[in-house]
């Protein structure tokens, strides 16, 4: 699948400029990309990317994931089709439904979910459209869009399949009016530079991850600058406000380990053989953030602090929380009647 960015123009509405643009891509599928397994009287599909449809008793199709950088103001965004052709295949199909998920570790047999007769016993084509978008997150800093596009259709009454071949394009809006402004006041070098090549892993368009805006206002080295995106560069053709100074300033943690004082002492090797290695490592304890903070209980001020520490310090932090229960007290919620730890409540 082949991805291009195009700008296609640029209007003024109200003194703004407002410029459409979209990503390009396609969809070249072919039935030997697939293999076919009969399991009970059953059709079921493999492929190299394993993602299929996974709603319980649906057809079990193959679908292809894609994940493409969008700029943050990025606005009305949708997928659309073109240039679409179809390949009817020969023979007949009984395609295999789609299964509950089975967890790791769990051996207890959920059953067998048979055929959704609303689907198989229908004369339509299955599924109901050949792309959508599935998600539209901030990762990092950087905003991914994923769309879902659909290779293969079948239509289950009369056991057809019919392998789809499209153009796609998300096409999107931005402009010039102010935003939200800076998020992030300060981040290291070393998680600028490793959350960019996280994200360039993710996307089909990784070329734009370089020229991209995450409204970091400074990316220091050690007490250096080395960006400064809060002043105007002199390159007019620069993707993004940049300009390298050298100046003194607070340097910026990559690690943060939250303790009591207690404890504090005891990670001290730990913090020096992080900041050896080039990852510079602070200790916020539990004492000082109850202080400093707000909230209704030690927990909810744990959390208030690392909003406050993405905020000042940016996306990409590790943290280690440096102890048990009685240290760190945990969130405690109901999940299917049991009274469980919620691992994410310090998550933002």
Same mark, same amino acid.
């Given at each position: 699948?082949?991805?291009?960015?195009?700008l296609?123009?640029?209007?003024?509405?109200t003194?703004?400029?407002?410029?459409?643009?979209?990503?390009?891509?396609?969809?070249?599928?072919?039935m030997?990309?697939?293999? =076919?397994?009969?399991?009970?009287?059953?059709?079921?599909?493999?492929?190299e990317?394993?993602y299929?449809?996974?709603?319980?008793?649906?057809?079990a199709?193959? /679908?292809?994931?894609?994940?493409?950088?969008?700029?943050?103001?990025?606005?009305?965004?949708?997928?659309?089709?073109?240039n679409? !052709?179809?390949?009817?295949?020969?023979?007949?199909?009984?395609?295999?439904?789609?299964?509950?998920p /089975?967890? =790791?570790?769990?051996?207890?047999d959920?059953?067998?979910?048979?055929p959704?007769?609303?689907?198989y016993?229908?004369?339509?084509?299955?599924?109901?459209?050949?792309a959508?978008?599935?998600s539209d997150?901030?990762?990092l800093?950087?905003r991914i869009?994923?769309?879902?596009l659909?290779?293969?259709?079948?239509?289950?009454?009369?056991?057809?399949?019919? =392998?789809?071949n499209?153009?796609?394009?998300?096409?999107?809006?931005?402009?010039?009016?102010p935003?939200?402004?800076?998020?992030?006041?300060?981040?290291?070098?070393?998680?600028?530079?490793?959350?960019k090549?996280?994200v360039?892993s993710?996307?089909?368009?990784?070329?734009?991850?370089?020229?991209y805006?995450?409204?970091?206002?400074?990316?220091?080295?050690?007490?250096?600058? =080395?960006?400064?995106f !809060?002043?105007?560069?002199?390159?007019e053709? !620069?993707?993004?406000?940049?300009?390298?100074?050298?100046v003194?300033?607070?340097?910026?943690?990559?690690?943060?380990?939250?303790?009591?004082?207690s404890?504090?002492?005891?990670?001290?090797p730990?913090?020096?053989?992080?900041?050896?290695k080039?990852?510079?490592?602070?200790?916020?304890?539990?004492?000082?953030?109850?202080?400093?903070?707000?909230?209704?209980?030690?927990?909810?001020?744990?959390?208030?602090?690392?909003?406050?520490?993405?905020r000042?310090w940016?996306?990409?932090?590790?943290v280690?929380?440096?102890?048990?229960?009685?240290?760190?007290?945990?969130r405690?919620?109901?999940s299917n009647?049991?009274?469980i730890?919620?691992?994410?409540?310090?998550?933002?």
């Amino acid at each position: 699948m082949k991805t291009k960015i195009y700008l296609l123009a640029i209007f003024l509405f109200t003194g703004i400029y407002a410029i459409q643009a979209q990503i390009k891509g396609e969809v070249k599928f072919k039935m030997k990309d697939i293999k =076919v397994m009969k399991d009970n009287g059953f059709d079921r599909f493999f492929t190299e990317d394993d993602y299929y449809i996974q709603d319980m008793g649906s057809p079990a199709l193959p /679908v292809l994931l894609k994940s493409y950088l969008i700029p943050l103001d990025a606005e009305n965004v949708t997928v659309n089709l073109q240039n679409i !052709s179809k390949q009817k295949e020969i023979g007949q199909y009984y395609i295999y439904p789609a299964q509950p998920p /089975v967890l =790791v570790g769990n051996d207890k047999d959920t059953g067998f979910v048979a055929p959704n007769p609303k689907i198989y016993e229908s004369d339509s084509i299955f599924p109901s459209k050949l792309a959508e978008i599935v998600s539209d997150d901030n990762y990092l800093g950087f905003r991914i869009v994923t769309v879902r596009l659909y290779p293969i259709e079948y239509k289950p009454k009369t056991s057809e399949l019919f =392998v789809c071949n499209f153009n796609f394009t998300i096409d999107y809006e931005t402009n010039t009016k102010p935003g939200k402004g800076n998020e992030t006041q300060t981040q290291s070098l070393y998680r600028y530079e490793l959350n960019k090549k996280s994200v360039k892993s993710r996307v089909e368009n990784p070329e734009a991850v370089d020229g991209y805006d995450t409204k970091v206002q400074k990316v220091m080295q050690g007490n250096t600058t =080395v960006y400064d995106f !809060s002043t105007p560069s002199s390159n007019e053709n !620069s993707g993004m406000l940049r300009s390298s100074v050298s100046v003194v300033n607070e340097r910026i943690p990559d690690y943060i380990i939250i303790t009591c004082d207690s404890l504090k002492s005891a990670f001290q090797p730990l913090i020096d053989w992080k900041t050896k290695k080039g990852i510079f490592t602070i200790t916020a304890t539990t004492e000082s953030i109850s202080a400093n903070y707000s909230g209704s209980d030690l927990q909810e001020k744990i959390r208030n602090y690392l909003i406050d520490a993405k905020r000042k310090w940016g996306y990409g932090l590790y943290v280690l929380l440096g102890g048990d229960i009685n240290i760190i007290p945990a969130r405690m919620i109901l999940s299917n009647c049991k009274i469980i730890n919620d691992t994410f409540h310090f998550v933002n």
